[in-house]
Nanobody, 121 residues
Framework: QVQVVESGGGLVQPGGSLRLSCVAS????????MGWYRQAPGKQREWVAL????????NYADSVKGRFTISRDNAKNTLYLQMNTLKPEDTAVYYC??????????????WGQGTQVTVSS
């Protein structure tokens, strides 16, 4: 099976920065698209950013564009999210999703357990 684990969350003051990481392990043939999502208290989970397999395409939600940067290291099966100029409204549990094939034929979505990001003074 495939395990996905996020890390790097924490408490940061407004205007500060954090870097989230997400590592996939297990029986992995290849990873296609990777993405970050977040869920604030009382709200639905929302998409934040995505990156394609060759990093040729990176898309961002309007709310984070210009402040967050998504990247990946395919050799390490790792996804990153550099978050700068953080705002209180960025407070949420951040999840990563990886689209993985274990056979080279069919792809499935794998989610991490989430990492808490709190932006507060």
């Amino acid at each position: 099976q495939v395990q996905v684990v996020e890390s790097g969350g924490g408490l940061v003051q407004p205007g500060g920065s954090l870097r989230l990481s997400c590592v996939a392990s297990g029986r992995i043939f290849s990873i296609n698209q990777m993405g970050w999502y977040r869920q604030a208290p009382g709200k639905q989970r929302e998409w934040v950013a995505l990156i394609t397999s060759g990093s040729s395409t990176k898309n961002y939600a309007d709310s984070v564009k210009g402040r967050f940067t998504i990247s990946r290291d395919n050799a390490k099966n790792t996804l990153y999210l550099q978050m700068n100029t953080l705002k209180p409204e960025d407070t949420a549990v951040y999840y990563c999703k990886m689209v993985v094939t274990t056979t080279g034929v069919y792809y499935s979505d794998y989610w991490g357990q989430g990492t808490q990001v709190t932006v507060s003074s």
